[in-house]
Protein backbone atom coordinates (compact mmCIF):
# COMPACT_ATOMS: atom_id res chain seq x y z
CA UNK A 1 0.00 0.00 0.00
CA UNK A 2 1.23 3.61 -0.86
CA UNK A 3 1.49 6.34 1.57
CA UNK A 4 -1.08 8.34 0.03
CA UNK A 5 -3.56 4.83 -0.18
CA UNK A 6 -2.84 4.70 3.49
CA UNK A 7 -3.41 7.79 4.46
CA UNK A 8 -6.63 8.15 2.07
CA UNK A 9 -7.43 4.61 4.16
CA UNK A 10 -6.76 6.66 6.99
CA UNK A 11 -9.12 9.48 6.21
CA UNK A 12 -12.19 6.98 5.39
CA UNK A 13 -12.10 5.47 8.75
CA UNK A 14 -11.74 9.03 10.09
CA UNK A 15 -14.53 9.89 8.04
CA UNK A 16 -16.95 7.13 9.23
CA UNK A 17 -16.68 7.73 12.74
CA UNK A 18 -17.87 11.24 12.24
CA UNK A 19 -20.97 9.84 10.55
CA UNK A 20 -21.58 7.63 13.58
CA UNK A 21 -20.68 9.58 16.30
CA UNK A 22 -23.21 12.18 17.66
CA UNK A 23 -21.02 14.56 19.48
CA UNK A 24 -17.87 14.27 17.26
CA UNK A 25 -16.21 17.61 17.84
CA UNK A 26 -17.00 20.33 15.01
CA UNK A 27 -13.74 21.81 13.22
CA UNK A 28 -11.29 21.86 10.20
CA UNK A 29 -9.44 18.63 9.96
CA UNK A 30 -5.75 18.66 9.52
CA UNK A 31 -3.77 15.84 7.74
CA UNK A 32 -0.87 15.06 10.21
CA UNK A 33 1.79 12.40 11.17
CA UNK A 34 1.86 11.85 14.75
CA UNK A 35 -0.74 11.94 15.19
CA UNK A 36 -2.40 11.04 11.74
CA UNK A 37 -5.12 14.03 12.41
CA UNK A 38 -5.71 16.88 13.89
CA UNK A 39 -9.31 18.32 14.62
CA UNK A 40 -9.27 22.63 15.24
CA UNK A 41 -12.37 23.45 17.47
CA UNK A 42 -12.94 26.83 18.40
CA UNK A 43 -11.65 26.34 21.80
CA UNK A 44 -9.27 22.80 21.69
CA UNK A 45 -7.46 20.28 19.47
CA UNK A 46 -7.79 16.71 19.45
CA UNK A 47 -5.43 14.37 17.85
CA UNK A 48 -6.74 11.25 16.33
CA UNK A 49 -4.45 8.27 15.70
CA UNK A 50 -5.69 5.53 13.55
CA UNK A 51 -4.91 1.88 12.91
CA UNK A 52 -5.99 -1.46 12.06
CA UNK A 53 -6.48 -4.72 14.26
CA UNK A 54 -4.80 -7.36 12.47
CA UNK A 55 -4.87 -10.95 13.36
CA UNK A 56 -1.75 -12.36 15.24
CA UNK A 57 0.75 -14.05 13.47
CA UNK A 58 -0.45 -17.41 12.22
CA UNK A 59 2.88 -18.94 11.93
CA UNK A 60 4.36 -18.32 8.58
CA UNK A 61 7.06 -16.47 7.56
CA UNK A 62 4.92 -13.50 6.29
CA UNK A 63 1.67 -12.03 7.91
CA UNK A 64 -1.71 -12.34 6.73
CA UNK A 65 -2.01 -8.59 5.76
CA UNK A 66 1.45 -9.43 3.76
CA UNK A 67 0.00 -12.10 1.68
CA UNK A 68 -2.85 -10.52 1.12
CA UNK A 69 -1.11 -7.46 -0.41
CA UNK A 70 1.10 -9.37 -2.73
CA UNK A 71 -1.96 -11.30 -3.80
CA UNK A 72 -3.39 -8.21 -4.53
CA UNK A 73 -0.45 -7.04 -6.61
CA UNK A 74 -0.24 -10.02 -8.82
CA UNK A 75 -4.10 -9.03 -9.82
CA UNK A 76 -3.68 -5.81 -10.15
CA UNK A 77 -0.67 -5.94 -12.31
CA UNK A 78 -2.56 -9.01 -14.43
CA UNK A 79 -5.32 -6.17 -14.59
CA UNK A 80 -2.99 -3.92 -16.08
CA UNK A 81 -1.50 -6.68 -18.44
CA UNK A 82 -5.14 -7.32 -19.52
CA UNK A 83 -6.17 -3.53 -20.51
CA UNK A 84 -2.87 -3.59 -22.26
CA UNK A 85 -3.64 -5.71 -25.09
CA UNK A 86 -7.22 -3.49 -25.60
CA UNK A 87 -9.74 -6.42 -24.40
CA UNK A 88 -13.06 -5.81 -23.44
CA UNK A 89 -13.77 -4.36 -20.26
CA UNK A 90 -14.76 -7.45 -17.77
CA UNK A 91 -15.14 -8.62 -13.78
CA UNK A 92 -12.28 -10.85 -13.01
CA UNK A 93 -12.57 -13.01 -9.69
CA UNK A 94 -9.68 -14.94 -8.76
CA UNK A 95 -8.57 -17.22 -6.23
CA UNK A 96 -5.71 -17.53 -5.15
CA UNK A 97 -3.86 -20.03 -2.73
CA UNK A 98 -2.59 -18.53 0.47
CA UNK A 99 0.89 -18.92 0.05
CA UNK A 100 4.10 -15.82 0.87
CA UNK A 101 4.16 -15.19 -3.09
CA UNK A 102 7.90 -14.31 -4.18
CA UNK A 103 8.73 -11.23 -6.07
CA UNK A 104 9.58 -12.89 -8.70
CA UNK A 105 6.69 -14.58 -9.48
CA UNK A 106 4.37 -11.28 -9.65
CA UNK A 107 4.70 -10.90 -13.34
CA UNK A 108 4.40 -14.50 -14.54
CA UNK A 109 1.52 -15.31 -11.87
CA UNK A 110 -0.09 -11.76 -13.38
CA UNK A 111 0.72 -13.00 -17.08
CA UNK A 112 -1.38 -16.14 -16.90
CA UNK A 113 -4.18 -14.61 -14.86
CA UNK A 114 -4.42 -12.08 -17.26
CA UNK A 115 -4.43 -14.76 -20.21
CA UNK A 116 -6.51 -16.92 -18.16
CA UNK A 117 -9.46 -13.78 -18.18
CA UNK A 118 -8.98 -13.46 -21.83
CA UNK A 119 -9.65 -17.34 -22.19
CA UNK A 120 -12.35 -17.11 -20.15
CA UNK A 121 -14.54 -13.62 -21.47
CA UNK A 122 -17.98 -14.84 -21.83
CA UNK A 123 -19.40 -14.98 -25.44
CA UNK A 124 -22.49 -13.02 -26.13
CA UNK A 125 -25.59 -13.30 -24.14
CA UNK A 126 -23.92 -15.07 -21.33
CA UNK A 127 -23.39 -13.04 -17.94
CA UNK A 128 -20.30 -14.95 -16.66
CA UNK A 129 -17.90 -18.12 -17.14
CA UNK A 130 -15.64 -19.90 -14.64
CA UNK A 131 -13.10 -22.04 -14.98
CA UNK A 132 -11.11 -24.17 -12.21
CA UNK A 133 -7.59 -25.99 -11.98
CA UNK A 134 -7.61 -29.70 -13.24
CA UNK A 135 -5.13 -32.16 -14.58
CA UNK A 136 -6.79 -31.32 -17.89
CA UNK A 137 -5.62 -27.56 -17.95
CA UNK A 138 -2.69 -27.71 -15.82
CA UNK A 139 -0.61 -26.52 -18.61
CA UNK A 140 -2.04 -23.17 -19.20
CA UNK A 141 -4.17 -22.68 -15.90
CA UNK A 142 -1.57 -21.88 -12.54
CA UNK A 143 -2.26 -24.66 -10.08
CA UNK A 144 -1.72 -21.87 -7.20
CA UNK A 145 -4.73 -20.24 -8.61
CA UNK A 146 -7.88 -22.25 -7.63
CA UNK A 147 -10.29 -21.09 -9.74
CA UNK A 148 -11.12 -17.67 -11.93
CA UNK A 149 -14.57 -16.28 -12.93
CA UNK A 150 -15.30 -13.62 -15.58
CA UNK A 151 -18.28 -11.58 -16.01
CA UNK A 152 -19.22 -8.54 -18.30
CA UNK A 153 -21.57 -6.12 -17.44
CA UNK A 154 -23.45 -3.75 -20.42
CA UNK A 155 -22.65 -0.82 -18.60
CA UNK A 156 -19.04 -1.54 -18.00
CA UNK A 157 -16.77 0.93 -19.13
CA UNK A 158 -13.16 -0.40 -16.76
CA UNK A 159 -11.98 -3.78 -15.70
CA UNK A 160 -12.06 -4.78 -12.51
CA UNK A 161 -9.65 -7.50 -11.08
CA UNK A 162 -9.97 -8.78 -7.48
CA UNK A 163 -8.55 -11.28 -5.67
CA UNK A 164 -10.74 -14.02 -3.49
CA UNK A 165 -9.26 -15.51 -0.29
CA UNK A 166 -10.86 -17.17 2.84
CA UNK A 167 -9.58 -18.19 6.36
CA UNK A 168 -10.56 -18.64 10.07
CA UNK A 169 -12.29 -16.08 11.40
CA UNK A 170 -11.73 -16.11 15.56
CA UNK A 171 -13.12 -14.03 18.32
CA UNK A 172 -11.70 -10.77 19.17
CA UNK A 173 -10.49 -10.84 22.04
CA UNK A 174 -9.02 -7.90 24.91
CA UNK A 175 -5.54 -9.07 25.01
CA UNK A 176 -5.41 -8.35 21.23
CA UNK A 177 -6.91 -4.92 21.39
CA UNK A 178 -4.81 -3.96 24.95
CA UNK A 179 -1.79 -5.19 22.80
CA UNK A 180 -2.86 -2.69 20.22
CA UNK A 181 -3.57 0.30 22.67
CA UNK A 182 -0.44 -0.41 24.55
CA UNK A 183 1.63 -0.25 21.56
CA UNK A 184 -0.11 3.51 20.54
CA UNK A 185 -0.02 4.97 24.25
CA UNK A 186 3.84 4.47 23.78
CA UNK A 187 3.12 7.51 21.06
CA UNK A 188 0.85 9.84 23.35
CA UNK A 189 3.42 12.24 24.74
CA UNK A 190 4.87 12.95 20.83
CA UNK A 191 0.81 13.16 19.71
CA UNK A 192 0.29 15.86 22.43
CA UNK A 193 2.99 17.93 21.01
CA UNK A 194 0.90 18.94 18.80
CA UNK A 195 -2.71 18.63 20.56
CA UNK A 196 -4.66 18.99 24.23
CA UNK A 197 -5.82 15.71 23.90
CA UNK A 198 -5.76 12.69 21.94
CA UNK A 199 -8.56 9.78 20.60
CA UNK A 200 -7.77 6.26 19.32
CA UNK A 201 -9.82 4.73 16.58
CA UNK A 202 -8.96 1.51 15.68
CA UNK A 203 -10.40 -0.19 12.90
CA UNK A 204 -11.42 -3.93 11.97
CA UNK A 205 -13.90 -6.01 9.43
CA UNK A 206 -11.92 -3.51 7.16
CA UNK A 207 -10.65 -4.27 3.31
CA UNK A 208 -8.83 -7.19 4.10
CA UNK A 209 -9.07 -10.65 5.56
CA UNK A 210 -6.10 -10.02 8.54
CA UNK A 211 -8.47 -7.47 9.92
CA UNK A 212 -11.96 -9.69 9.71
CA UNK A 213 -13.19 -10.56 13.19
CA UNK A 214 -15.92 -12.64 14.89
CA UNK A 215 -17.73 -11.98 18.13
CA UNK A 216 -16.60 -8.82 20.70
CA UNK A 217 -18.23 -9.61 23.50
CA UNK A 218 -14.83 -9.72 25.55
CA UNK A 219 -14.10 -6.14 24.32
CA UNK A 220 -16.54 -4.55 24.76
CA UNK A 221 -17.08 -6.26 28.93
CA UNK A 222 -13.10 -5.22 29.36
CA UNK A 223 -11.50 -2.13 30.80
CA UNK A 224 -8.13 -0.77 29.05
CA UNK A 225 -5.67 1.75 30.63
CA UNK A 226 -5.04 4.04 28.45
CA UNK A 227 -3.52 7.56 28.30
CA UNK A 228 -6.29 8.04 25.35
CA UNK A 229 -9.16 10.58 25.87
CA UNK A 230 -11.33 8.43 24.00
CA UNK A 231 -10.68 4.91 22.22
CA UNK A 232 -12.70 3.57 19.65
CA UNK A 233 -13.71 0.38 17.72
CA UNK A 234 -14.90 0.82 14.29
CA UNK A 235 -16.42 -2.52 12.82
CA UNK A 236 -18.11 -4.10 10.04
CA UNK A 237 -16.67 -2.29 7.34
CA UNK A 238 -17.42 1.22 9.05
CA UNK A 239 -20.94 0.66 10.16
CA UNK A 240 -21.07 0.18 13.48
CA UNK A 241 -19.00 2.30 16.56
CA UNK A 242 -18.02 0.76 19.82
CA UNK A 243 -16.88 3.40 22.10
CA UNK A 244 -14.12 1.40 24.78
CA UNK A 245 -14.51 1.63 28.43
CA UNK A 246 -11.01 3.32 29.23
CA UNK A 247 -9.63 4.41 32.41
CA UNK A 248 -5.93 6.39 33.28
CA UNK A 249 -3.06 5.15 34.30
Given amino acids: MTRQAKKDLERHYLDRVCSLLSDF ?16 TT ?3 IGIEVTELHHEPDGQP ?3 QGREAVREKIVDRARAIYDGH ?13 LPYRKGEVE ?11 RNIPPTGVLWQS ?3 DWVNRAYFPEVVDYIRVARYGDMTQSFFSCDGSMWVGPMTADHVRQV ?3 KDANVDDYLRHCGESWLIIAADGHRMATWFDDDAQVRAATFISRFARVFLLRNLGHQLIELTVARP
Fill in 131 to 133: ERY
Fill in 25 to 40: PAGRIEDCESPDFLIH
Fill in 181 to 183: IDD
Fill in 62 to 64: VPL
Fill in 43 to 45: DRV
Fill in 108 to 118: PLATAIAALTQ
Fill in 86 to 98: GHLPVDSKVHLKD
